[in-house]
């Protein structure tokens, strides 16, 4: 992108309202960008800290009151090495790196997306195991189906506010993504519809086990893909009715049974196997069956077929919207935000960057990670764009439309799964974008 032009102006100088760049990567410095505004004196004191001679001002971007004075500017031109400062070599000044602060941010998330990774990898393993029960020992099944989502009911609760993360490509038991994938969002989806305790159980046991039926498919009948024959499709449509079947015999609740039976059933009467109405569904199964079209839309059989989840939610919205109930078709894309979690994004400043957590109580300004070639990619921290107030997302991009480093280091999932954490209470940051 064209460089907006700038000014040298000496770091002592600096005033509250200027917009700055500096030419260092981040582990030359403690602010969580590159590019800011300045919005506090201890942001000023940092700054002069830094032993840089002169920083770059955008006047375009700063307070015009603030800008009394100062040179003409000079098209972006790299501020010339100052008193203490070493060329690095490629025309700019490196200041000593004060990294601590960074180092110390950067193990709190790694050790935070582990941990979710970890919840995420046992819970399928869970569910392999009870699926491996179903058949043989069905009451087992149940008693370990109810501990596994018993355990998540009470971990939702706890949180007063659940952060949805988007997780490492290739973790879990690839049978039991889908159904934990499942599980995690209609949970979250049930907490914010307000439903108690019991309502929620119910519901995540019918979203972990809605297609139990299917350890009666072989695996190439898993999912409906295009030019499957009739007599196939028939079959694979069969597999609601088996996991009916399998509920019965572990001894599921009547109304986990009924979630399940509906969650192929669609608001316009077009869905299966009974082609009923929404009017005519319980709300447990209009939010099963709107998450699960969700998933499959992010995780098609195909994955070639696959389409980011900001496109998933505007395919559901602008070209799907007779298939959902309306009201839990919103309360979805408030919880999930308009770039849920996977999102390939860019910003308002043109950078790139893939959204990896939303607050599903505040999801309009989600976590990213931003690429940065001056930053190596392990590195990489997480920005709160909820600390950003003057930082956005201009629009949404698959993939394919990504340049080929900031493809490489964003790393876009090719497999969209998601976990829960507690909400905690961001860094309030004033630096800016």
Not at 224 to 237: E, K, N, S, T
Request: hydrophobic content about 40%; overall charge neutral; proline content about 8%.
């Amino acid at each position: 992108m064209e460089e907006e032009p700038s000014i040298l102006v000496d770091v002592h100088q600096l005033r509250i309202g200027m917009y700055i760049v500096l030419d260092l990567g981040w582990l030359s410095h403690p602010f969580p960008v590159n590019r800011f505004r300045i919005a506090s004196d201890s942001q000023l004191e940092i700054l002069r800290e830094l032993g840089l001679g002169k920083v770059r001002c955008i006047p375009s971007l700063s307070d015009h009151e603030v800008l009394e004075g100062v040179p003409s500017p000079v098209n972006g031109q790299a501020a010339p090495p100052g008193p203490g400062e070493v060329p690095n070599g490629k025309g700019r000044a490196t200041a000593a790196p004060d990294i601590a602060q960074i180092d110390e941010r950067l193990q709190q998330q790694r050790e935070r997306l582990e941990a979710c990774d970890r919840r995420f990898v046992d819970t399928t393993r869970q569910f392999r195991k009870l699926a491996e029960n179903v058949q043989g020992s069905p009451a087992l099944a149940r008693m370990e189906s109810e501990n596994l989502v018993s355990c998540c009911v009470q971990e939702l609760l706890q949180c007063s506010e659940s952060t949805i993360v988007l997780l490492s490509e290739g973790v879990g038991e690839r049978n039991a993504l889908h159904p934990v994938n499942v599980m995690v969002l209609s949970l979250l989806m049930g907490k914010a519809q307000g439903l108690d305790p019991q309502a929620l159980q119910d519901l995540g046991l019918a979203a972990l086990l809605h297609d139990i039926g299917k350890l009666k498919l072989p695996a190439s009948l898993m999912l409906p893909f295009p030019g499957i024959q009739p007599m196939d499709l028939a079959r694979y449509r069969g597999h609601v009715g088996e996991s009916v079947l399998l509920g019965k015999a572990m001894g599921l609740p009547s109304s986990v049974l009924l979630a399940i039976a509906q969650h192929h059933e669609m608001a316009n009467g077009s869905g299966f196997p009974l082609c009923m109405r929404g009017e005519d569904q319980c709300m447990a199964g209009r939010i099963l069956a709107l998450v699960n079209h969700y998933e499959r839309l992010c995780n098609p059989a195909r994955p070639s077929m696959g389409i980011t989840p900001h496109e998933a939610l505007s395919v559901m919205f602008a070209q799907q919207k007779e298939l959902f109930d309306p009201m839990v078709l919103g309360l979805f894309i408030r919880m999930m935000g308009v770039y849920p979690p996977g999102s390939v994004v860019q910003l308002a400043n043109n950078r790139y960057a893939l959204v990896v957590s939303v607050n599903s109580s505040r999801p309009l300004r989600p976590r990213v990670i931003v690429y940065d070639p001056l930053v190596p990619r392990e590195r990489a921290l997480v920005l709160d764009l909820e600390t950003q107030p003057e930082l956005g997302i201009r629009r949404s991009l698959r993939p394919s439309q990504l340049p080929r480093e900031a493809l490489e280091y964003l790393s876009p999932r090719q497999r969209i799964c998601y976990f829960f954490e507690r909400a905690v209470d961001s860094q309030r940051l004033e630096a800016v974008v």
